[in-house]
């Protein structure tokens, strides 16, 4: 998801948010205000536990860029455990065909854009 997108979303749950503390304030329809403070912090935890598609957990705690299909950067090493397996898929959302490499020690799996 872009930068841009999640921060948006971010700040349309903390507005939801305000909105509903600010309504339990008001006595006759105070219990309603609950429904958009969860609604907001559900936003708010989606954007903060949203990862991208075949990442590794490497490549999401550097930050690195998305590869092509949402998988591994193009080019970037692999580590030498994982081996390419005959899974191959059509990304539905990019059209990439995707790799499937496995670790046949752990059964950790990575997803690499075949060109």
């Given at each position: 998801?872009?930068?841009?997108?999640?921060?948006?979303?971010?700040?349309?749950?903390?507005?939801?948010?305000?909105?509903?503390?600010?309504?339990?304030?008001?006595?006759e329809?105070?219990?309603?205000?609950?429904?958009?403070?969860?609604?907001?912090?559900?936003?708010?935890?989606a954007?903060?536990?949203?990862?991208?598609?075949?990442?590794?957990s490497?490549?999401?705690?550097?930050?690195?860029?998305?590869g092509?299909?949402?998988?591994?950067?193009s080019?970037a090493?692999?580590?030498?455990?994982?081996?390419p397996?005959s899974e191959?898929f059509?990304?539905?959302?990019t059209?990439?065909?995707?790799?499937?490499?496995?670790?046949?020690?752990?059964?950790?799996?990575?997803?690499?854009?075949e060109?």
């Amino acid at each position: 998801m872009a930068m841009v997108v999640r921060v948006g979303i971010v700040l349309i749950g903390i507005l939801v948010m305000l909105a509903g503390i600010a309504t339990i304030t008001v006595p006759e329809i105070g219990a309603a205000g609950l429904f958009y403070v969860f609604g907001g912090g559900v936003l708010v935890l989606a954007v903060a536990l949203e990862r991208q598609r075949y990442r590794s957990s490497t490549a999401e705690r550097s930050n690195a860029p998305p590869g092509p299909g949402g998988g591994e950067a193009s080019g970037a090493p692999l580590e030498p455990r994982f081996q390419p397996t005959s899974e191959v898929f059509v990304d539905p959302t990019t059209g990439h065909r995707m790799r499937v490499l496995a670790d046949p020690a752990t059964g950790e799996r990575r997803y690499v854009a075949e060109a």
